[in-house]
């Protein structure tokens, strides 16, 4: 309370804070926002995507968490030699990628190269594709900021729809809106897919990814299944089982993609009682099981037995001995 022999002073909640030259007054008229408009970046009518690693928030072992974010930088940088209009932006799990319109039909076949390096490290992505504006924003501040600071700002309609459709359901797709979608069926007869109410671009371009998509997905789902913890995966299970229904969708032979779901649920390890629980999940009745020389014929290479490993490797699903104990048997000798 002021009384009257004391001078009323307005003071702001905090004072003014500098690192360098003087503070003073100036008019609001004259107020600036601190950007610098030469070292940010503005793309005015973009395309963007938004990628985010699944299950990574529930991972719980350090070396495994170290390996899938070196994996997962490695590739998008491996990505982004490739594709040089393309701009990548690599924030722990997540990452934007971006680009103009006119170089949109290059924007997606960096994110199908993307996906399929990424899948051959048996790390699984969820993304959201958007039409919009996207801005990497430079400050004043940063330019003085000291060398224990990073800061990363983006901004933008393309970004902040990007970031809400890749939440829009469980698996590892490309998740898009009725505008994008129509863009990209319009302009470049890219086929949209459904899930429920909302769309999906393909993003599997050759056998080989199917391949590794639908394996590590039926290995993960296998693992999860085969552990009674009384934690309620329904959730992480429904990921699963739309990875393998979205392979049969985009798969050109339905028989192809069947064949995979064989090989991989004729592994010797895979329970009788186990190999049931997982064909009900998918939606299908049974199956014939492949002879055990097909079999080894497919543990017997290398790719394939170090992909079954990094199946394996996911702290994000609960430990089980099940994937392990695959190899063992055909494992060459030193």
Not at 119 to 138: F, K, M, P, Q, W
Not at 168 to 195: M, Q, R, V
Not at 207 to 222: D, G, P, Q
Not at 307 to 332: E, H, Q, T, V, W
Request: charged letters at 25%.
């Amino acid at each position: 309370m002021v009384t009257e022999n004391e001078p009323l002073v307005r003071k702001f909640p905090l004072g003014a804070k500098k690192i360098e030259g003087i503070i003073k007054m100036v008019p609001i008229s004259e107020l600036k926002s601190g950007k610098i408009d030469k070292n940010s970046f503005e793309i005015s009518h973009a395309i963007v995507a938004y990628l985010d690693i699944l299950g990574f928030s529930n991972k719980k072992d350090e070396t495994d968490i170290e390996n899938c974010l070196l994996d997962y930088t490695g590739s998008l940088i491996i990505t982004s030699h490739y594709y040089p209009k393309i701009r990548f932006n690599i924030f722990s799990d997540c990452a934007f990628i971006s680009t103009s319109l006119e170089n949109a039909a290059e924007l997606l076949s960096a994110l199908r190269f993307a996906f399929n390096q990424l899948i051959a490290e048996c790390i699984l992505v969820r993304g959201g594709l958007s039409l919009g504006t996207y801005n990497e924003i430079r400050s004043s501040a940063q330019e003085k900021a000291s060398s224990n600071i990073n800061c990363s700002m983006f901004s933008g309609s393309g970004v902040v729809r990007a970031v809400k459709l890749e939440e829009s359901g469980p698996g590892a797709f490309l998740f898009t809106n009725d505008e994008c979608a129509e863009f990209y069926s319009k302009n470049y007869g890219e086929p949209i897919i459904s899930l429920d109410d909302r769309k999906i671009l393909g993003w599997a371009t050759d056998e080989s990814s199917l391949i590794n998509f639908i394996s590590a997905s039926l290995l993960r789902l296998l693992k999860l299944l085969s552990v009674e913890d009384g934690v309620d995966n329904k959730p992480v299970i429904q990921k699963f089982v739309n990875n393998i229904r979205y392979a049969f969708t985009i798969c050109e032979e339905p028989l192809f993609a069947l064949e995979i779901i064989k090989l991989v649920l004729s592994l010797p390890i895979i329970s009788e009682e186990l190999r049931q629980k997982v064909l009900l999940e998918i939606g299908i009745n049974n199956i014939q099981l492949l002879p055990d020389e097909k079999v080894d014929e497919w543990l017997q290479k290398d790719n394939f037995r170090i992909f079954i490993a990094l199946a394996d490797s996911d702290s994000s699903l609960p430990i089980s001995p099940l994937l392990g104990d695959i190899i063992k048997p055909y494992r060459k000798q030193d």
